[in-house]
């Protein structure tokens, strides 16, 4: 049996009297693709920070491609989030700059110093980033800027920039939440076929139960911080996910008050599938 | 309580500018003597001329090539300062201090005084004193304004960088300069114009170029006025000419609409109707797979960028020629000494109260000057403001004298620095009051218009004046901004009076001017920098404790 890509364990985040995270346990094993489920404020950007470094846990452990991260030095830490990519609902791209510029960045982890403009990448990684530009379908984008693009257009040169991280991990944080369907399909497609050809790890968060459906092997469903849901997406339906979700509802609506009883409500509800 | 007290300061200072006014002998008899003693130069004068044309030339080019590289040189230190000092990428707590310390120390500090400071480490004649004043002073302005640009930017791409692992550096130059760059050449262009008028009193601190050759031709009493007004004519052109530039480059090049209402941006706005700026759709779809588009199609967007770029590095070459730099003309071992005889602050053989007195005759003139611009402010900006006025017309008339008063000041600055010597502080006062008026009275005229028209149009109900109205509804809630704004002109009359003291020999600039010119007497610069650092904060101070008690 292989190391977990990413594992989890028992992390809690506060932020001042907020507690965004309660005693997380994840394992994510190599290939993947894992849906985190949850309302707006359910904790799921924080999960996914956590899973890159940007966030410290005030309680428990995140081991990511087998490093303890809170072990790792800064340059080291650089170095691994160089090997996981990232994508955002709000594309975050550099808007006055050309699309290839802007897919070069996802190449800086492996550079040393600071680059601005084309010229000052190698011919290798020009050449790189035109083939990530034609696999998300863009090359004809190249040197536009990136502000005139389409809301799908620019998530899809998000995803060249983080293809260009050679990433073994890709973090999804709502990336189609701002986007029309038809685009949402394009790029949850592109995900998913990426993932299925490089054999990468996905970890992405959505908020619409369908979509979580129609494009995980897993669905991890937060509520509040906590994991309540964690399953894989075979043979479940939306009424199947929305009954649990009901009745973790229910039950923490009652019970909130105690939270010793929260944890146990949590607990006895959670459909627990850890192996894949 | 807080109220009373802040109504009690406001009417303190009123007094003190009263006072100051009459202690600095001002009347206007003595203004009405000063202006037939001008009279009676401009008829002995030798009949207003230009130099020669090549002689002209020379002087434009040095002039621009001085002020083009000290800008350059202040645009680049920024960089970095304003890097620490941005709480988005500085790398330690401890270096946002420095950063903001050194924007202050370097602001405060006159780039005259740094021109006459670093005059004994470079050769007579040599341009290096001048582009080191103008670069380090001008450090303070660009490197605040690109720190907060800096601050004020979308912090998503640059998080999304630091998500791949890229480290602060890369971060800031691949995902926070390219958002800032507009911002930053719309800044260096601006302190290139404020640089660029200037020049004209760097001139009286030797620095070569067309101010030096008008303080020359002015200390030729009388005959050589003819020839001072005449190139200080070619300044006010210049200045005029150089904004119509920098602001057509901003608009073009940036898409930032021509803003203020100095003379050379409105006519840039009339010029171009007042279209907003658009913005060119760019790129273009290179045909046949992935070594094809390696080659960068030619856009117009393309050649337009690379077209700036070359213009801007033919200037900055261009410059360096016309500045006629010569790094053999530094004595390098009066370098350190030099900046080392900065430090300690001390008073040489004077005393505290000597400085204290000085000190004091140039808050009077600021005081004084700025009294002197709020009554007339109050008048011309009111009628300049849509719902004071009593029509278009007169409102259009205040409007047009504003923008003459606001854009005149170089070329009247220049005049009246011709009389400072013979009249004093009265000159000062008067120059500050003139430019004075054009600032406060805009600032007026924009408060009153942005008043909400409610009160106004109840008392029109109720059957009121136009005057009763003024006074009942618009005045009172004018006023609160109008103590801000005052104590602004004030703030920048400090500073002002400061430099006009150096050129006229009086108040704290007689001092200052003593000390920058001998190497032992260089920690009483420090001293006296210090004293007026802080009393420029003591105003901002003031200023912030009032408007919180008006607001
Ligand atoms: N940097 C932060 N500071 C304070 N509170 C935060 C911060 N980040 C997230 N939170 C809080 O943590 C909770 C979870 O937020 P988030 O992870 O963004 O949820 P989601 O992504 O599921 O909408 C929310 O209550 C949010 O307000
Ligand atoms: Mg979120």
Redesign the pocket.
Known sequence: MTAPVVSVSGVT?E??T????HEVDLRVEQGEVVV?L????????????HLDGL?RPSAGAVEVLGEDLAALRPAALRALRGRVGMIFQRFELVGSLTVVENVLTGALARLRGPRLGLWSYPRSLKLAALTHLERVGLLDKTYQRADQLSGGEQQRVAIARALMQDPRILLA??PVASLDPESSDQVMRLIREIAADDGLTVVC?L?QVDLALDWGDRIVG?RR?AVVLDTTTDGLNRAQVMEIYGRVAASTAELMAIETELGDVVAGTTVRDGQT | MGRLAGHGAVLVMLAFGVYSLTTLDFSWSDVATSVRQAAKVFTLMDPVSLPPPGDLAYLIGLTLGIVVLGTLVAALISIPVAYVSAENTTPAGWLRVVGRAIGVVTRAVPDVVLALAFSLTFALGSSLPGILAIGIHSIGMISKLFADAVEQIDRGPQLALRAAGGSRAQEFWSAVFPQVLPSWIATVLHRFDINLRGSAILGYAGVGGLGYAMKVAFADFPQGYGRGLGIAAVIFVLCVVLEIVSSTIRRNLLGIDAVGNSLGRRIVRTATGNRPARRRPSGGAPAGGVEAALRRPWTRSRVRDLSWTGAAVVVVVASYWLADVDFSQVTWQYVLPTVQSFWPPNLGSHTLGDFLQALLVTVEVAFGAAVLSLVLSVVVGSLAARNVAPNGAVRGVFRTILVIFRGVPELVLAIFLIMITGLGDQAGVVALAFGGVGLLGKLVADSFEELPPGPERALTAAGATRGQRFLAATWPRGVPSLIGNSLYLVDTNIRAATVLGIVGGSGIGFYLTNASTVLTLHGQVTTLVIMVVLTVLAVEGIAAWLRRVFR
Do not use: M, Q, V, W
């Open positions: 985040k932020f001042g907020t507690r965004a995270l985190l949850g309302r707006s404020g359910s904790g799921k950007s924080t999960l996914l920070r966030e944080d709502e968060s908020h937060l911080g």
